[in-house]
């Protein structure tokens, strides 16, 4: 296996570049280049958000990225010409992916049935990082992937979809009109149990890697800490203690 505590040390190697909301951004190679570039712009009296700018910047990281990939190709005598071959339908892999877009959409359908706006806000958000990452995932099932990727991306996926379905249970328990959604969360929830089942090691790594500030470690154990995992679910916190009510 690979080493988790180098993978998990480098956040970009998982994260879904929600960078602007991202709590590991000062720490981040790929933020520290976003922001440099930025600046640049800015001080030569150019907007970074312009759009005569963006798609530029975005190609330039596109032109990088295909050179690292053909300068690996070359490396490992990969030949890039060689048709793929078929794809494999992976039944898992198309349910996780469905029940992650069946999430987030019934969830946004909520609408007004979850109060207050702010708490409808997290749900949505942490819906739609859900099904997002579930359908990240559900790449692993369906393609013959090295175990390096495997531990490189799914890996600490599934561990954050863990918490995050959690997390959702706990905002659509009390909820009377979400049950088509809590549905899709545990169809999820299903696949995604035996993939946990695997992940025996990396999960007790975890405690030892929170000693070394892993950056996932820390997020990892930042999120258990607001779930309280131990409390059971539909009960709230009483701030400040972490106990349940
Ligand atoms: S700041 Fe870095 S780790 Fe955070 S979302 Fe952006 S790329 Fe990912």
Redesign the pocket.
């Known amino acids: 296996m690979t080493n988790l505590a180098e993978i998990f040390s480098a956040?970009?190697n998982w994260?879904?570049?929600?960078?602007e909301r991202?709590p590991?951004?000062r720490d981040?190679p790929?933020?520290r280049a976003d922001s440099q570039r930025r600046w640049v712009n800015a001080a030569h009296g150019g907007d970074p958000d312009d759009w005569d700018v963006v798609p530029e910047d975005v190609a330039e990281d596109m032109r990088a990225a295909l050179g690292q990939l053909l300068d690996i190709a070359a490396a490992e005598g990969i030949d890039l010409d060689t048709p793929l071959p078929p794809a494999r339908i992976v039944l898992d892999a198309v349910k996780l992916r469905r029940a992650g877009t069946a999430l987030a959409t019934s969830i946004a359908e909520l609408g007004e049935s979850v109060a207050p706006a702010a708490k409808r806000d997290e749900l949505v958000r942490t819906a739609t990082v859900l099904g997002l990452k579930a359908t990240r995932i559900a790449s692993y099932l369906s393609d013959v992937r090295p175990s390096d990727a495997w531990d490189a991306d799914a890996v600490p996926n599934v561990l954050l979809v863990e918490l995050l379905i959690r997390q959702v249970r706990e905002g659509l328990v009390l909820t009377p009109a979400g049950e088509p959604a809590m549905r899709a969360l545990e169809e999820l929830n299903r696949i995604i149990e035996p993939l946990l089942a695997r992940l025996d090691r990396p999960r007790a790594l975890l405690g030892k890697l929170v000693e070394r500030r892993c950056?996932f470690a820390v997020l990892y154990r930042r999120i258990e800490m607001k779930l309280d995992l131990s409390r059971p679910i539909g009960t709230s916190h009483r701030r400040g203690t972490g106990r349940a009510q």
């Open positions: 956040p970009f994260c879904d570049r929600r960078c991202c590991l951004s981040c790929v933020w950056a």
